[in-house]
């Protein structure tokens, strides 16, 4: 069985279990359980199209804009993409100790925690790939977990970054400004998120409206990326080591919420325009519901006409001039042949 278990293997011995982290982290399952619900319901989608029998472009743009729209919000909230910054560094791996590491350091800030990266050259054989989530939703959970990190013995470098952002005292407050940013920012990404949820209700129920509700639903993701670019620290944040420095910028996220917040708030525009323009015409645009009997301008066309006929009296003129009694209702007349036909075969019966 030792040909089996150790084959392909660099040290050409058994995996070891023996502790429950010893891998590095490659990817947030936050982040992957969104895309991967949005990328099924897409598919989904896709397979069902083909037997879309009207307005296929249409119903296509609507459906892939709405998902669009939907996945931005949530992979946002949860993403650690808002404030980033990468740079190699050369600096010691321990505290108060002569060796140094070269690597690169990497700072991922979200709304509500940050994820801090290292990798460098394996030290003693062992390979250097740290990467530690520290979060803030709390008032001092920062300071708890940089006590934690220092009880564990994280790498110097992450330490430095932890350490900085944790004070919050002498001017030193970029933690406490990035927890405002983050709070701020999430409040106003769950708002457009119940207005995406209110804005696919009323796509399928009254399009016009719908129409409305997109462009507030654009408005409030980029009050989001608004919001967040007001709230970050007026002084900038920069970590300086030996060699190298972290410089924060805007990341994917803030761009990606840029992006959808801007296509969606357009859109919703030119529509709630064109049904200014060409009324009545909005339902043939985004409609979902094919299969209903009777057409809505039908509808409207039928309403007005009963309205301009009860305001038009209980006479009307005919073209020669004279008054003549306006005419029954269908259901009336109906009912009228029914019983005159039953009457004259009752006595055609009696004269037999």
């Avoid at 209702?329 to 009228?336: D, F």
Wanted: hydrophobic share 45%; glycine share 8%; proline share 4%.
């Amino acid at each position: 069985m030792k040909g089996w278990f150790d084959a392909f293997r660099t040290d050409g011995g058994p995996t070891l279990y023996s502790h429950s982290n010893r891998t590095a982290v490659t990817g947030d399952t936050d982040l992957i359980t969104v895309f991967v619900v949005f990328g099924t319901l897409f598919i989904a989608f896709l397979i069902i199209y083909p037997g879309v029998r009207k307005e296929r472009v249409s119903t296509f743009m609507s459906v892939t804009l709405s998902l669009f729209v939907g996945s931005s919000i949530l992979a946002t909230q949860c993403g650690s993409g808002w404030h980033v910054a990468c740079s190699p560094i050369v600096s010691a791996y321990q505290a108060f100790s002569r060796e140094k590491i070269s690597g690169s350091l990497g700072a991922y800030i979200g709304l509500n925690h940050i994820n801090v990266t290292l990798t460098a050259p394996p030290i003693n054989g062992s390979d250097v790939n740290f990467n530690e989530r520290l979060s803030w939703s709390a008032p001092n959970e920062l300071q708890e977990r940089y006590r934690d990190a220092l009880y564990r013995g994280l790498p110097f470098p992450m330490l430095t970054v932890a350490e900085v952002l944790q004070l919050d005292q002498e001017g030193f407050a970029w933690g406490r400004n990035y927890r405002a940013a983050g709070y701020y920012t999430c409040a106003m990404l769950w708002a457009a998120f119940t207005s995406w949820l209110l804005m696919n209700i009323l796509l399928m129920v009254v399009p016009r409206y719908g129409a409305y509700t997109m462009v507030m639903t654009g408005l409030l993701v980029l009050g989001a990326d608004l919001t967040y670019l007001w709230l970050l620290p007026e002084a900038p944040l920069q970590v300086r080591f030996e060699v190298g420095i972290l410089k924060f910028e805007l990341g994917w996220c803030f761009w990606l919420n840029l992006i959808a917040g801007g296509v969606c708030s357009a859109i919703g525009l030119a529509i709630a325009c064109l049904d200014l323009v060409f009324p009545h015409h909005f339902s043939t645009i985004l409609e979902v519901d094919y299969d209903t009997p009777y057409d809505r301008h039908v509808i409207i066309e039928d309403s007005r006409y009963r309205g301009r006929k009860k305001k038009s009296g209980s006479m009307s003129s005919n073209k020669s001039g004279s008054l003549e009694e306006p005419r029954s209702p269908w259901s009336t007349r109906i009912l009228r042949y029914v019983i005159k036909t039953l009457f004259s075969s009752r006595s055609s019966k009696l004269f037999k």
